[in-house]
């Protein structure tokens, strides 16, 4: 079995494979403040309260774009499952060409993502990432990066909201019965929830004709995704875990080089 972990600047998803099995997940928010101690401790009730021995556990695989946590994340994994963590960056062998500028410019948990998307639905696709930010990532029929946009997710938006406007309240992020809203909460939920699924929709649009790839497969993640998609009508893929696809297919890839490396005495 491998714990593959996938940090991001809201939330932190964890997952263990037997194989190519999931066989269990968590997501927990992630937090700068919490000791190598503290993370080892809750790695390990996760395992217990899912009936995984710590044992069983041959490697771990961490992708993170929060550099704060990564010192008590790698020492409580290091002093309580007895293992040095494989941490995704540049140079690793990912399958996927990064046709940029600068590659190291790229985030990891976007190139997990893509990682999974080719692997398991092909190109062309584009990977729709409902997180802190909402990312479009489109990767073509030969597993190269063709390009990436970024804009502002669903919960920064909420928050700009009612941090800046004094009079406005804080509220749920769910779609509204309707566009017709009789209350400030359900104008507030109209006016963001809607406006992204407009943003998606289009966003989409321009991708398959700018890029000439009218069979595109619309590949969404992130813990938001759903409310966008209720109706199930733009996404081709809602698959919740797929980052944890990617982390395992990049160890795949690149356990060889490191036969050895896993334990540490």
């Avoid at 919490?34 to 021995?53: A, M, N, P």
């Avoid at 919740?240 to 036969?259: D, F």
Wanted: aromatic letters at 6%; hydrophobic letters at 40%.
């Amino acid at each position: 079995m491998i714990l593959v972990i996938d940090v991001s600047n809201t939330n932190t998803i964890m997952g263990v494979f037997d194989g190519e099995a999931l066989v269990a997940n968590w997501r927990l928010s992630t937090l700068s403040t919490r000791t190598s101690d503290e993370t080892g401790i809750l790695i390990r009730s996760l395992f217990q309260h899912s009936g995984i021995s710590v044992i069983e556990i041959e490697a771990v695989v961490v992708s993170s774009v929060v550099p704060n946590v990564m010192y008590s994340l790698t020492n409580g994994i290091r002093k309580y499952l007895k293992r040095e963590a494989m941490i995704v960056r540049s140079g690793m062998k990912t399958g996927i060409n990064l046709r940029m500028e600068n590659p190291k410019e790229m985030g990891t948990d976007r190139i997990v993502n893509l990682v999974a998307a080719y692997e398991r639905y092909g190109g062309p696709a584009i990977v729709i990432d409902y997180s802190t930010a909402t990312t479009y990532d489109v990767v073509n029929e030969n597993g190269e990066f063709v390009t990436g946009i970024t804009a502002p997710g669903l919960q920064v938006c909420a928050e700009a909201l009612y941090q800046r406007a004094a009079n406005l309240p804080k509220f749920e992020i769910i779609a509204p019965d309707s566009i017709i809203t009789k209350t400030t909460i359900e104008s507030m939920q109209a006016g963001l929830v809607i406006s992204h699924i407009g943003e998606t929709i289009y966003m989409i649009e321009c991708i398959r004709e700018e890029l000439g790839f009218p069979d595109l497969k619309v590949i969404a993640t992130g813990g938001l995704a759903r409310i966008i998609d209720e109706k199930e009508e733009i996404f081709d893929v809602y698959d919740p875990v797929l980052a944890l696809h990617g982390l395992r297919l990049i160890y795949e890839k690149n356990k060889n080089r490191r036969q050895g490396e896993s334990k540490c005495f």
